[in-house]
């Protein structure tokens, strides 16, 4: 049942993580369509804006899972590692798939700017809840001692 329990966890958290970052994907691309009077975004941009997002939220519930410590900062090496692969594969698919054929360059470094800074603040997320649940348990403890 345990290993139940851990495997639904982390399939949630990975669904959520993927929903996250696909709902920031399509709105930074859609955004800078619309700003440049571009009005439609083609199936191949959403479909593979989908698979880079997977991907993603793969690597972030397996390289930075619940026993990473975030006490002395979000960018260590894993998390580090974690922020250059991701920056890449959001980075590469854009350029790749070509998804803002048409419109100026500076879009992709724009994009890859805005996606790297997303996932910065993706990884301060996780130390905050990792903050929170540390001093959850701590009341709890402390609670527990009085009784």
């Given amino acids: 049942m345990k290993k139940f329990r851990d495997f639904f966890l982390w399939s949630m958290n990975m669904k959520l993580y993927m929903g996250i970052y696909f709902s920031a994907v399509i709105f930074l691309a859609g955004f800078m369509y619309f700003v440049q009077g571009k009005y439609e975004m083609t199936f191949l941009t ?53 998804w803002f054929e048409g419109l100026p360059d500076i879009n992709y470094l724009i994009y890859i700017i805005t996606m790297a800074i997303g996932l910065i603040f993706m990884l301060l997320g996780e130390k905050y809840e990792q903050e929170a649940s540390t001093e959850k348990l701590n009341e709890a403890l402390k609670n527990y001692k009085r009784k």
Avoid: E, H, N, P
């Fill in 46 to 98: 959403i479909f593979t804006g989908i698979m880079a997002s997977f991907v993603v939220a793969l690597l972030q519930v397996t390289m930075l899972d619940d026993r990473c410590d975030y006490s002395k900062g979000i960018l260590f090496t894993k998390s580090l590692s974690w922020l250059v692969i991701c920056t890449i594969i959001f980075g590469g698919t854009a350029y790749a798939f070509k």
